[in-house]
C-alpha cells in the first residue's frame, strides 16, 4: 500500500519553484494616488488601530459625572450639550467642547479606564453609542488613535421600491434607498461634518481621517431588489462601462471576448436599449402560498416574476453583479463628494467612510441578497473588514483567502472583526482551553492592519478573566509586532486557487446553496497544510487574475458558469495546470441556462444520476427549490440548528431523527424552564437547562436508535423530488445506510469512508480513468489535468466537524451522523481525496509539520515571509492532540546561517538550521516559531520581551470595585469617591 509519506512532499524540499512571499503587485489603474498613499502611510503606522466596541466612557467625551441636565442655569453649558446632539453631523448649534462641559469628571475612574485599556492592547474608540467617537481628542491628548464612528445616515429614508412602485421596508438603523438622492445627499452631509467639524476625534493616517457605516445592520436595505430612480441608469452605466467596455451591446470594441447580447442572449443595437430584469423586493426568500394558507411554501412571494432567473439568466445575473457593485459604488461616490466638500470648507486631506459588510455570510446565495461582493469591495473601498471571531470554523479562512490577495493588489488596509461575545449571550461560547488565542492567533497569518472588537460587557474583568487574557496577549502581540514584522510581511504566495461559486449562488434561495461543501473544502487545505486564495468569478471574468499564477484550481460546488469562466479553466487546462471539480459544477451555462457537457470535453466525466439527501441539496429549478425550503425550516424535524448541538450529551445535539425521551426541563421557583446563569439587566442567561431524564435513546451498542416515524416523514418528503433535473435524472438516498466511498490508493491510503452529501455517478469518457466507486458505481475521474469526484467532500468533512463553531454562529448541522469524533484524524479519507489534485499539479509546501512520518490533521500552518527572507510561522492545533511535531521548512526560504526562534516561550530551537528541527503544540494551543538571520530577529526578540512582561491582569481599581465588573452593555462612570 502507498504509504502517507507520500502525501508529505517531505522529500521534495528541494522544489522546482521556490515558493515567494505575496510581492507587492503593479497597482491597478482603478486604484487612486491617494489610496496609495493611505496604504503606504499606513503601514508606518507606530501602533495599528485596536478598538472595543465603545469609548472607554460609554458614550461620552470624558467620564463625566451624572445626566445632562437641560435645565441648569447656565445657558452657555446648555448650548453646549446641544451641540453634542449633532445626529446629522451639521453642526448647526456649533461644535460640542468637553472642555466646556460642567459635569465633573471622575478621573480615578478616567485613568482606571486607560489602564485597563493598555493592558488590554486597545487604543482607539469605536461605535458605543451615538457621540462615543467625540471621546476623540481626548484620547489623541493621551497618546492614542482617536476614534473610529460608526457613522449612520439616511434611517428611515425613502426606501427601496420594486419594479412596480411598490414600496419596501424602511430600516430604523439603517439607509434607506441608495438611489435616493436625499439619502446620498444625507450621506455626503454626514461624511462631511465628520472630516471637518468632528476630524479632530477621527482615527488619521496622514491626513486621511476614517470612520465607518453602522456595521451590517446599516446595510440592511440592500437585502431588497431596488428600483427606484436613477437605477436604469445606473444599472446601464454599469454593464456598458464597468462590466463589458464595449461600443455597443453586440460589439466587442474591446476584444475581450465578451459581450452583452452574447451574455444575454438579445439582439439590442444600443445601451439605451438595455433594461434590468425585474425581480420582486425579496426576490431570494422562499414565500407562503396565499390561496391555500396553510403554510405551504412557495418560490418567493412572486414566483411568476422571480423565476425570471432561470428563464433568463444571463440578464439575472448582470442584475444582481450590478445590485453587488452599488452597495460599494455607493460609498465611494459619498467618500469622494465628501472630500471635495471639507476641502471646500478649508480642511486639507480627505476623509473615508468605509463599508462594515456581513463577512459573518461568506454564504454564496446570501451574498446576492445582502448586495456583498468581495472583488468590488476592494475595488472600490480604501479600507475592508475580514471576520475572524471563530476559531474552527474554515469560513474565517475563506475571508483572508480573499483579502491576502486582493488588499495589497488594491492597496487596502484590512481591519479586523472580532466577534466575541461576553455578557450572558456568550458564557459558554469561548471557554475552551484556547478558543480566542487559536482565533486570533490565525490573525497574525494573514493581512490585517487593525481590529475591531465587538466587546460589549465588562465580565472580562470578573468571570471572564482566562478569556480576558487571551484576547489581551493577543491584541498586544499584534501591536508589538506590527510595525517591526507584520507591516513588513505578508503570507506566502500559495500555489492553490479555489474559485468562489457566487454565480451559483444566484440561483438558490436565501441560505440555501450548500456552502458546506465549498467552505470546507478549505478545511480540507488547511489539515493538508496547504496555502491558498479564494479567487472572486468577477477577477476572473474581467481578466484581473491569471488562473496561470496557480498550480491546481479547485472549483466546488459552481454549477453555473459564463462562457468566460469556463475558457479562462479550459486555457488554464490545456496550458498545464490541473484543476478539481465535483459532482456537477461547470455543467450549466449562465448564457444559455441549459446544461452543456464541459465536464464531458475537458473532464471525461459523463453525469449519468444525481443522488441526493436532505441536508441542502442542489436545486437548479425553481421545483427543485420549492421541494427543498422544508428540510431547512428552523425547528422542523429534519433541521439541526441551535446553541446546544456542541453538548452531545444533549437531546437538542441531534436531530429528531433520532428518539430521545419525553422532553423536560430542569424548573426554577417560578415554574419557568431554569437557565445556567442568572438574568443580568434583562438579558437571560443561556439556554434551558434540561431534565437528566430527557436524553437520547441509545442500543447495547451505545449507537443512537432512529426514530423511525421521522425518518418515514423523511421518506415521503424525499419522494417528492424531481426525478430529472435540466437532463440528469436523480434519486434519494437513504441516509438509514449513508453511501461508502472507496478511493483510488492514490487518493488516500485509508480507502473507504462514508460520505454524507450528494453522490453524482458517471461513466469515464474517453481515456479518463475511475478512481472512485460507491458500490459498483464510478464516482471518481481522472485525466492527466483534471480530477472530479462525484461527492461532496466538504461536506462529509463538516458533518463529522466540531460543533462548538455551530453553536456559536447557530451555524445549521448535518442531521444524518450519529457521532462526532473527537480528533481530526477522522478528516483523512476526505482531505487526502481532495489533496489528491494538488499533488498531482506538484504544489509543494513552504512549510510542513510532521508527527511520526505522517501528515496530521489538526495543525494549522500560517507562514509569511519578510522582503528579508525572515519567516514567522503560527501553527495552531485544533483538537487535543499535545505533541512535538518535526518541521521541515522549505530549503528555498532557509538562509544560510539563519536563527529558528521560538517567539512565545521566547527559546532558541536552532542555531545555523537547515530549516528542520522539532516544535511542541500544545493540545488545542498555538506555537508561532520565526526562521531568519540572527541580526534581523533581534528587534523582534526585544519586542517580544517586552510583550512577555507586560501586566495584563485587571488593574486594582476594578479589582477593588466588582460591581463595575458585572454589566451587560459596558461600564457606566461611578459616582466621584470621597
Not at 445590485?323 to 471646500?344: G, W
Amino acid at each position: 500500500m502507498m504509504k502517507h509519506v507520500l502525501f508529505l512532499a517531505v522529500a521534495a524540499l528541494a522544489l522546482a519553484c521556490a515558493v515567494s512571499a505575496q510581492a507587492a503587485e503593479p497597482v491597478p489603474p482603478s486604484v487612486e494616488p491617494w489610496r496609495i498613499a493611505l496604504y503606504e502611510a499606513w503601514k508606518k503606522l507606530p501602533d495599528p488601530p485596536v478598538t472595543p466596541y465603545d469609548g472607554p466612557f460609554g458614550g461620552e467625551a470624558r467620564a463625566f459625572v451624572g445626566k445632562v441636565d437641560w435645565k441648569l442655569a447656565d445657558q452657555a453649558a446648555v448650548a453646549n450639550w446641544k451641540a453634542q446632539q449633532d445626529y446629522g453631523k451639521s453642526a448647526k448649534n456649533g461644535v460640542y467642547d468637553p472642555a466646556k462641559d460642567p459635569r465633573p469628571i471622575n478621573t480615578a475612574f478616567e485613568e482606571a479606564m486607560l489602564d485597563d485599556w493598555n493592558r488590554m492592547g486597545y487604543n482607539c474608540a469605536y461605535k458605543g453609542a451615538s457621540f462615543t467617537f467625540m471621546v476623540g481628542s481626548f484620547l489623541k491628548s493621551r497618546g492614542l488613535l482617536g476614534a473610529i464612528d460608526q457613522t449612520l445616515w439616511g434611517a428611515n429614508g425613502p426606501p427601496p421600491l420594486q419594479f412596480d412602485g411598490k414600496e419596501g421596508s424602511r430600516q430604523r438603523e439603517a439607509c434607506g434607498s441608495f438611489f435616493d438622492a436625499a439619502n446620498y445627499q444625507a450621506g455626503v452631509a454626514a461624511i462631511t461634518g465628520m472630516g471637518h467639524f468632528y476630524g479632530h476625534h477621527l482615527f488619521t493616517v496622514g491626513d486621511h481621517r476614517l470612520t465607518c457605516s453602522w456595521d451590517e445592520v446599516g446595510l440592511r436595505t440592500r437585502a431588497q431588489m431596488d428600483y427606484r430612480d436613477p437605477m436604469r441608469a445606473e444599472f446601464r452605466a454599469f454593464v456598458k462601462d464597468v462590466w463589458f467596455g464595449d461600443a455597443s451591446p453586440g460589439e466587442d470594441s474591446n476584444r475581450d471576448g465578451r459581450t452583452y447580447n452574447a451574455l444575454t442572449g438579445q439582439s439590442l443595437k444600443s445601451w439605451d436599449e438595455v433594461e434590468p430584469v425585474q425581480v420582486s423586493l425579496d426576490w431570494t426568500a422562499p414565500g407562503y402560498d396565499p390561496v391555500k394558507k396553510d403554510g405551504t411554501r412557495i418560490f418567493s412571494a412572486m414566483p411568476e416574476t422571480d423565476t425570471v432567473m432561470y428563464r433568463e439568466p444571463g440578464r439575472y445575473k448582470l442584475l444582481i453583479d450590478f445590485h453587488r457593485y452599488y452597495t460599494f459604488e455607493f460609498f465611494r461616490r459619498i467618500n469622494e463628494e465628501a472630500s471635495q466638500a471639507v476641502n471646500r470648507l478649508g480642511s486639507p486631506g480627505r476623509v473615508s467612510c468605509y463599508p462594515f459588510t456581513q463577512h459573518f455570510i461568506i454564504w454564496p446565495g446570501a451574498n446576492q441578497r445582502h448586495g456583498n461582493s468581495f472583488y468590488w469591495y476592494h475595488r472600490l473601498s480604501p479600507v475592508v473588514n475580514v471576520e475572524h471571531c471563530w476559531p474552527e470554523a474554515p469560513v474565517m479562512n475563506l475571508n483572508y483567502a480573499i483579502t491576502d490577495r486582493l488588499a495589497p493588489r488594491h492597496r487596502n488596509t484590512v481591519m479586523g472583526w472580532i466577534w466575541f461575545y461576553f455578557g450572558q449571550e456568550g458564557h459558554d461560547q469561548y471557554n475552551g482551553p484556547h478558543d480566542m488565542d487559536r482565533a486570533l492567533a490565525r490573525m497574525m497569518g494573514h493581512t490585517v492592519d487593525g481590529t475591531h472588537h465587538w466587546l460589549y460587557s465588562p465580565r472580562y474583568r470578573s468571570r471572564d478573566q482566562k478569556q480576558r487574557l487571551q484576547i489581551a496577549y493577543w491584541q498586544n502581540f499584534f501591536k508589538a509586532h506590527y510595525a517591526g514584522f507584520l507591516a513588513k510581511s505578508a503570507p506566502v504566495r500559495p500555489q492553490i486557487a479555489l474559485l468562489m461559486p457566487d454565480t451559483t449562488g444566484y440561483f438558490y434561495r436565501y441560505f440555501q446553496y450548500p456552502k458546506q461543501d465549498f467552505g470546507w473544502t478549505a478545511e480540507a487545505l488547511q489539515n493538508l497544510q496547504y496555502p491558498w486564495h479564494l479567487l472572486t468569478e468577477e477577477e476572473i471574468e474581467l481578466g484581473e487574475t491569471k488562473l496561470g499564477d496557480y498550480k491546481a484550481l479547485y472549483v466546488v460546488g459552481s454549477e453555473w458558469s459564463t462562457p468566460t469562466i469556463r475558457q479562462r479553466i479550459a486555457e488554464f487546462i490545456a496550458g498545464g495546470g490541473v484543476v478539481f471539480a465535483n459532482v456537477d459544477s461547470l455543467t450549466l451555462d449562465v448564457a444559455t441556462g441549459k446544461r452543456i457537457d464541459f465536464l464531458e470535453k475537458h473532464f471525461g466525466v459523463k453525469i449519468a444520476r444525481k443522488h441526493k439527501n436532505a441536508f441542502y441539496p442542489s436545486t437548479q429549478t425553481a421545483e427543485e427549490a420549492v421541494w427543498a425550503v422544508p428540510f431547512d425550516t428552523w425547528g422542523g424535524p429534519f433541521k439541526l440548528q441551535g446553541h446546544s448541538v456542541h453538548d452531545l450529551d444533549d437531546p437538542r445535539a441531534w436531530a429528531r431523527l433520532y428518539a430521545r425521551t419525553e422532553q423536560k426541563y430542569l424548573l426554577d421557583e417560578n415554574g419557568k424552564p431554569r437557565r445556567p446563569i442568572p438574568d443580568n439587566q434583562g438579558m437571560q442567561g443561556g439556554q434551558p437547562m434540561r431534565d437528566p431524564s430527557w436524553t437520547m435513546l441509545r442500543d447495547a451498542t451505545g449507537k443512537l436508535v432512529r426514530d423511525e416515524a421521522v425518518w418515514k416523514q423523511l421518506d415521503e418528503a424525499m419522494a417528492r423530488m424531481p426525478s430529472e433535473v435540466l437532463g440528469i435524472a436523480q434519486s434519494p438516498l437513504d441516509m438509514r445506510t449513508p453511501p461508502v466511498i472507496r478511493y483510488a490508493e492514490a487518493l488516500t491510503a485509508v480507502g473507504t469512508a462514508v460520505t454524507w452529501g450528494e453522490v453524482d455517478e458517471a461513466s469515464p469518457v474517453g481515456d479518463a480513468k475511475p478512481i472512485a466507486w460507491w458500490g459498483d458505481k464510478v464516482v471518481g475521474v481522472e485525466t492527466p489535468s483534471t480530477v472530479w469526484l462525484g461527492t461532496r467532500e466538504g461536506m462529509s468533512l463538516h458533518a463529522i466537524s466540531s460543533r462548538m463553531e455551530a453553536h456559536r454562529g447557530t451555524e445549521p448541522c448535518n442531521p444524518f451522523p450519529s457521532e462526532i469524533p473527537e480528533l481530526h484524524e477522522a478528516n483523512r479519507p476526505y482531505a487526502e481525496a481532495l489533496g489528491y489534485a494538488a499533488r498531482k499539479a506538484g504544489v509543494t509546501r513552504p512549510v510542513t509539520l510532521t508527527l511520526d512520518g505522517k501528515l496530521p490533521m489538526n495543525l494549522e500552518v500560517l507562514p509569511r515571509l519578510a522582503a528579508d527572507g525572515t519567516m514567522m510561522v503560527v501553527v495552531i492545533s485544533h483538537d487535543k492532540t499535545e505533541a512535538e511535531y518535526d518541521v521541515a521548512v522549505d530549503a528555498a526560504l532557509v538562509k544560510k546561517g539563519a536563527l529558528a526562534w521560538s517567539m512565545l516561550d521566547e527559546r532558541e530551537i536552532e542555531t545555523d538550521t537547515d530549516g528542520q528541527f522539532k516544535l511542541k503544540v500544545p493540545s488545542w494551543g498555538v506555537a508561532v516559531f520565526m526562521v531568519g538571520p540572527a541580526d534581523a530577529l533581534k528587534p523582534v526578540q526585544a519586542a517580544q520581551a517586552k510583550l512577555n512582561t507586560k501586566d495584563m491582569s485587571v488593574p486594582k481599581y476594578f479589582a477593588d470595585r466588582p460591581a463595575l465588573n458585572e454589566y451587560e452593555w459596558g461600564t457606566p462612570v461611578p459616582p466621584i469617591e470621597p
